[in-house]
């Protein structure tokens, strides 16, 4: 563990962890609000095998956005020396995610999952690449809302997971399902490895206009671009 300064001063713990050589870049995870220590330390452990720092920062569940928001640029801010910094939020800390998207300075791109409130946020486009996975069977984000939300917000590349529930990533909880959370990693790793690292995104099924590098010098889309304005369609 590690101890971080927010810009009020005041401290909160972080865990850390390194990767075996040199790192590709950083990743900040902010988990859901009743993630277990051990929860938080596999997710982070297993960026860190993918060769990335891995920083996951306390947040009080109760703690206020905008204080939050000022503890996760403080974490960013504790690991940017490394190279470009992504944000992965689960739960409350994909709302979070979403939210950094414009509200953190010094970070390459965003990733939510299941971010409770996310689709009501009017906040203009996202100044990063950004990236939100929801279960379609989620009890508390009613996939009609990730629809609409996904017709709203094209500047975001909104994955959805047939039969998931909330907390679909969340191994060992009672929602957890193996498969979409799969499928959403790979997806993560997929976007860090473009905007962190900077390596051409992989051929990906339903992979989304927004998350294909921008490769033409004259500016000009390619077909699949125009195809998909909305982002990519559900599973």
Same mark, same amino acid.
């Given at each position: 563990m590690i101890e971080l300064t927010a810009s009020d001063a005041q401290t909160f713990a972080a865990y850390r962890a390194d990767p075996p050589e040199a790192p590709k870049g950083a990743v900040v995870i902010l988990p859901e609000a009743l993630a277990s220590g051990d929860g938080v330390r596999r997710i982070a452990d297993g960026f860190a095998a993918e060769g990335y720092v891995a920083v996951a920062p306390a947040l009080a569940p109760d703690a206020d956005t905008a204080w939050s928001l000022a503890a996760v640029q403080a974490t960013v801010d504790a690991v940017k020396d490394v190279g470009k910094v992504a944000v992965v939020g689960y739960d409350r800390g994909g709302y979070l995610a979403f939210l950094a998207a414009n509200e953190v300075q010094g970070i390459a791109c965003a990733i939510g999952y299941y971010g409770e409130?996310?689709?009501?946020?009017?906040?203009?486009?996202?100044?990063?690449?950004?990236?939100?996975?929801?279960?379609?069977?989620? +009890?508390?984000?009613?996939?009609?809302?990730?629809? +609409?939300?996904?017709?709203?917000?094209?500047?975001?590349?909104?994955?959805?997971?047939?039969?998931?529930?909330?907390?679909?990533?969340?191994?060992? *909880?009672?929602?957890?399902?193996?498969?979409?959370?799969?499928?959403? +990693? *790979?997806?993560?790793?997929?976007?860090?490895?473009?905007?962190? +690292?900077?390596?051409?995104?992989?051929?990906?099924?339903?992979?989304?206009?927004?998350?294909?590098?921008?490769?033409?010098?004259?500016?000009?889309?390619?077909? *699949?671009?125009?195809?998909?304005?909305?982002?990519?369609?559900?599973?």
């Open positions: 409130g996310v689709s009501g946020t009017q906040r203009g486009k996202c100044k990063v690449p950004t990236l939100m996975h929801f279960g379609e069977a989620d +009890q508390l984000i009613p996939v009609e809302e990730v629809t +609409q939300f996904r017709f709203v917000r094209p500047d975001v590349s909104a994955f959805t997971y047939p039969g998931a529930a909330h907390g679909f990533a969340a191994e060992g *909880a009672a929602g957890y399902d193996a498969d979409s959370a799969g499928k959403a +990693q *790979a997806r993560t790793l997929n976007w860090i490895a473009q905007y962190v +690292q900077g390596a051409p995104p992989a051929s990906m099924k339903n992979a989304g206009a927004y998350a294909l590098a921008k490769t033409d010098k004259k500016g000009k889309k390619k077909d *699949a671009d125009k195809k998909d304005d909305m982002g990519p369609p559900m599973d």
